[in-house]
């Protein structure tokens, strides 16, 4: 459900920008525009996976890796079609019978999770695999690695206000925000107010039975989306995800 209602926000944000104002603001209105100095974060972020694969230190700043990705040329903040892609290159790798496809399906798939080990549903999907074949990876690393990521998003805010308003960089993390916090979905009301959008979501207490509106933070997405939309067709490419 929360994915669906991403998707039309997304397609009503790009289709129509002038919806609904928020009445409440922040105290400052910090500059969430996607970062495009590429040549800073690219390498800084690369740097990072491969502290992480070797060393997978205590001390890895989870907030600042997700900074670097989120400002890297190739940030996703959907993953729909990383995870597809990923998903083909394991057929490849565990029923090909072609030795020079297999090898090609390996280097592309350690790709696409290198680039966006700090995407969390890329990180589940690997997880996910890596439980099925060693061959994807090791589990241990990519449960630390999500919890990491995770642990970021939950520290980030406590949900109550726009002000409080959890911070996510995914659409992913907004869906694992609300399994975490043993919350029931109810319903989405998807808002922006000048260049900060933000969803609030009415949920349940699945614990306590108490409802109340969840408040979370969306601009990261958004301006990677509002950047990619300046794209020929993107409006449609959107439709077909």
Partial sequence: MTRYLYLIFLIGVVLAPGIGVAQEGRSSTP?????????IHNPKYQGMVRRALKYQPEDFRFGKFRMHYKNTTWYDPVADK??????AHAFTILYSEDSVAIRDAKEKYKQIVSDHMANVGVVIEALALAREDKRFGDTEFF????????????KSGDGRSLRGAYNVNTLDEETLLIHHLNLKLIKTDARHSSRIYYNMHLVRDLISGEE????VDVTHPFAK??????????AIKILRQ
């Fill in 31 to 39: 500059n969430y525009q996607h970062d495009s100095r590429s040549y």
């Fill in 82 to 87: 990383l995870r597809e892609e990923m998903l």
């Fill in 143 to 154: 449960r630390w690695m999500s919890s990491g990521l995770m642990q970021v998003v939950l």
């Fill in 212 to 215: 109340f509106t969840l408040f």
């Fill in 225 to 234: 989306i509002e950047e990619d939309a300046k794209e020929p067709n993107y």
